[in-house]
């Protein structure tokens, strides 16, 4: 009998272990201690990572808010009924995210990027977008030297936005805020018409769904939900979703920075988002600071508002961009941009509260609208007093530039001998011509609403009424004035509006819209 050599059968055996792999997975596990308010206590997930998607029983997905040494506190993202006490909830290993794709374009999506219009899935290729994500750093960024038209006289005159800029938009309750945001979603098709679309994205948080569905109705029928994506986490749904909501929006948004392409993002509004955070916060039993806000409701909307850029248009130094997530690695492109609009409610015009002023702190800039304005029919109800813009003015084109830099002195002028105006005739000839003049421009500043101006006929107007070309038009016929001088100047003179158009204020296009504007005052001289 032949012997058993022993060196011979772990040769073997060692040979038929060394390809051998374990097939069955190990998930990891944890057990609901207890649930309650949107929010799951959770015992056992010890390697669970801060921000990672949970799995509970029945398909419900929840975020990781809470590390503690012995359980974790998770926020629900739905309808929690059939989590109880004992559940079983499964590690993602997969922090939470939103799948953007070129498809998204057009569509009304929840914080987790289901589509919720009825109009199926979402088409094409679609790319996993972390909904938390560090801001580029500096040496991936650009100054703000491209404008970003609104549309909005008074805006792109006196506070202009740039590409990459981040403007607070606030004001007291009804007075306008979400109009001038959608008008200057309504002012991009002029770009999406020649190519170069600006992909908006407008989040709405904590509002009506019949709200949002009269908004997305308002930007179909203008065809504007062409190049538009809304993110909707209404008053119904839980606040987690609600303060998740700009998270998925910048997201969406980041998509488009990171390809190239120049993209603006609506935040409607910031208010409702710190309330539901504040109440999340709460409900995790993190101590309440001012106003019952938690600590870091601060670092809430820095983080969000950092991630509006404008990127360094270097493909090569784009791709090197910090925190991209690998599904876009090779479709990075230099050159794009996110601007953020936020807007902020306030209450009885106070902007002391907590929430305004830690916004106005992180933004670089605001537009104050009043309910004193909007009561008294200007409309939009901007105070340029008090709006300020710190970077756009880089942004302006020239011929805007020029004809705004007049306009802004004449108004600070006008407002500070407003007070008089109200003993019209014992005022000297100079300050009568100051008030006569700036109250032509509160007319020429004055617009409807979804109405938004291309940017030269708002230069052509201003243009006119800096140089007191109005003078003999009835204050209250400034606006009929108006529309006339523009439909003449775009029958007659297209060539000067395109000049204008271009940053150009040659002499000839001056004296063009000089002797158009003097033509047609003095036929309302004659009428009157
Ligand atoms: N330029 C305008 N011309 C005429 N009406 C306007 C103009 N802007 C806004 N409005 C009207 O004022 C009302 C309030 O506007 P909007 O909803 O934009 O304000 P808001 O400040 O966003 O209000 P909310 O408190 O609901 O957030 C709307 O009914 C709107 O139609």
């Known amino acids: 009998m032949a012997e058993v050599n022993p060196a011979e059968v772990s040769a073997i055996l060692k040979r038929q272990l060394s390809g051998f792999e374990a097939e069955a997975s190990l998930d990891e596990v944890g057990t609901v201690l207890t ?26 997905e929840g975020i990781v808010l809470n590390l503690e040494e012995d359980n974790v506190g998770v926020v629900l993202l739905g309808p929690y009924r059939q989590v109880k006490e004992g559940s079983v909830v499964k590690r993602t290993q997969r922090i939470a995210s939103i799948k953007v794709g070129e498809g998204i374009v057009g569509r009304v999506v929840d914080t987790l990027g289901n589509p919720i219009d009825g109009k199926g899935a979402i088409e094409g290729e679609t790319f996993e977008m972390p909904l938390e994500r560090k801001a580029p750093g500096v040496i991936y960024r650009e100054p703000v030297t491209e404008p970003l038209q609104t549309g909005i006289k008074s805006i792109d005159a006196m506070v202009p936005v740039g590409r990459g800029q981040r403007e ?8 306008g805020k979400t109009t001038v945001c959608i008008d200057t979603i309504l002012n991009q098709k002029e770009f999406y018409d020649a190519g170069e679309p600006v992909y908006c994205i407008y989040v709405a948080i904590g509002q009506k769904a019949s709200t949002v569905a009269g908004i997305a109705k308002v930007l179909e029928d203008k065809g504007a939900l062409a190049y538009t994506t809304i993110v909707a986490a209404n008053a119904s749904d839980p606040a987690p979703m609600q303060v998740y909501a700009p998270f998925a929006g910048a997201a969406i948004g980041e998509f488009f920075r990171d390809t190239g392409r120049p993209a603006l993002i609506v935040f409607d509004d910031l208010s409702k988002q710190a309330v539901a955070y504040r109440e999340v916060s709460l409900l995790l039993r993190r101590p309440p600071g ?35 997530p690998d599904v876009l690695k090779d479709k990075v492109k230099g050159g794009g941009s996110l601007t953020a609009l936020p807007l902020i409610e306030t209450q009885a015009g106070d902007v002391s509260a907590y929430i305004p002023t830690n916004v106005i702190s992180i933004t670089d800039g605001q537009i104050f609208l009043t309910s004193d304005l909007f009561n008294s029919g200007v409309r939009p109800a901007i105070n340029v007093g008090i709006s300020v813009s710190r970077v756009g003015g880089n942004a302006q084109i020239k ?9 802004k002195l004449d108004q600070a002028q006008f407002r500070e001998l407003e007070a008089f105006a109200k003993f019209g005739s014992d005022l000297d000839p100079a300050t009568l011509s100051v008030i006569e003049k700036g109250k032509r421009n509160v007319e020429i500043l004055k617009q409807g609403q979804n109405d938004p101006y291309p940017v030269e006929n708002q230069i052509a107007i201003i243009y006119a009424g800096s140089k007191n070309l109005l003078r003999d038009v009835p204050v209250e016929k ?31 296009v001056t004296d063009t819209l000089t002797s158009v504007a003097k033509e047609l005052s003095s036929k309302y001289k004659n009428k009157g």
């Not at 004035?481 to 150009?504: P, Q, S």
């Open 35 to 60: 649930v309650g308010d949107g929010i799951a206590n959770v015992y056992g997930l010890a390697n669970v990572q801060y921000g990672e998607l949970v799995q509970f029983e029945g398909g419900l």
């Open 168 to 175: 607070l938009v606030i004001g007291d309750r009804q007075t």
């Open 290 to 324: 001012r106003e019952a806000y938690p600590g870091d409701v601060f670092f809430l909307h820095s983080r969000l508002l950092e991630r509006a850029a404008k990127i360094i248009d270097n493909d090569d130094i784009a791709k090197e961009m910090n925190d991209l």
């Open 399 to 407: 011929s805007m530039k020029k004809v705004a830099g007049t306009l």
């Open 478 to 508: 400034v606006r009929e004035f108006e529309k006339d001088y523009l439909e003449y100047l775009d029958a007659k003179h297209r060539d000067t509006l395109d000049t204008l158009k271009a940053g150009k204020l040659t002499d000839e």
